[in-house]
T-cell receptor, first 112, second 116 residues
Framework: KAGVTQTPRYLIKTRGQQVTLSCSPI?????VSWYQQTPGQGLQFLFEYFSETQRNKGNFPGRFSGRQFSNSRSEMNVSTLELGDSALYLC???????????FGEGSRLTVL | AQTVTQSQPEMSVQEAETVTLSCTYDTSESDYYLFWYKQPPSRQMILVIRQEAYKQQNATENRFSVNFQKAAKSFSLKISDSQLGDAAMYFCAYRSPNFGNEKLTFGTGTRLTIIP
């Protein structure tokens, strides 16, 4: 069974640009969540989707958005990039609220 | 809101020895899930062990076991017979079972070094 797949693995953007990250969950998993990992702030929850509906959102500005498609694949978008958005963005999928989260390898975003 | 605290930023252990990583959490919920995740330098987060709060028995997975003290809100991870491949960042995490609030709340992590 394939794991959680995130693309792209690495990307470099400049301030003011926008970026879209993609996540394909494990087959059969309908819940997808996103986390931002930085050395200073650690792992912070961005948002969670279940059956195309955002069920929970972390404390991030509106520049951070996401969506989930009918096949459970998810995308997150960051607009008007700032230097502080440089981070490892992790996607995780699970069967539901009682299941453990399975993580992808992450997308490393560098903002110059 | 729930919080998770890992008070040991770094730990080291001799190969084949035993090490315990500490984690405490704060919550007003009576039912929840606790996890230990491992993040090696390759950075993919891997689940090490999970514990359901309603279970009194401590979870065990091969060389990994936990000491879950619900009243004290403590959830430590014991690694026995440490191996070089155990070197990684270890994160303790809390998850609520309540609909719409299933996010993971992570601690700040403990970097574990294995000394050959």
């Amino acid at each position: 069974k394939a794991g959680v797949t995130q693309t792209p693995r690495y990307l470099i953007k400049t301030r003011g640009q926008q970026v879209t990250l993609s996540c394909s969950p494990i087959s059969g998993h309908r819940s997808v969540s996103w986390y931002q990992q930085t050395p200073g702030q650690g792992l912070q929850f961005l948002f969670e989707y279940f059956s195309e509906t955002q069920r929970n959102k972390g404390n991030f500005p509106g520049r951070f958005s996401g969506r989930q498609f009918s096949n459970s694949r998810s995308e997150m978008n960051v607009s008007t990039l700032e230097l502080g958005d440089s981070a490892l963005y992790l996607c995780a999928s699970s069967l539901g609220p009682t299941g453990e989260l399975f993580f992808g390898e992450g997308s490393r975003l560098t903002v110059l | 809101a729930q919080t998770v605290t890992q008070s040991q930023p770094e730990m080291s252990v001799q190969e084949a020895e035993t090490v315990t990583l500490s984690c405490t959490y704060d919550t007003s919920e009576s039912d929840y899930y606790l996890f230990w995740y491992k993040q090696p330098p390759s950075r993919q987060m891997i689940l090490v062990i999970r514990q359901e709060a309603y279970k009194q028995q401590n979870a065990t997975e091969n060389r990994f076991s936990v000491n879950f003290q619900k009243a004290a809100k403590s959830f430590s991870l014991k690694i026995s017979d440490s191996q070089l491949g155990d070197a990684a960042m270890y994160f303790c995490a809390y998850r609520s079972p309540n609909f719409g609030n299933e996010k993971l709340t992570f601690g700040t992590g403990t970097r574990l070094t294995i000394i050959p």
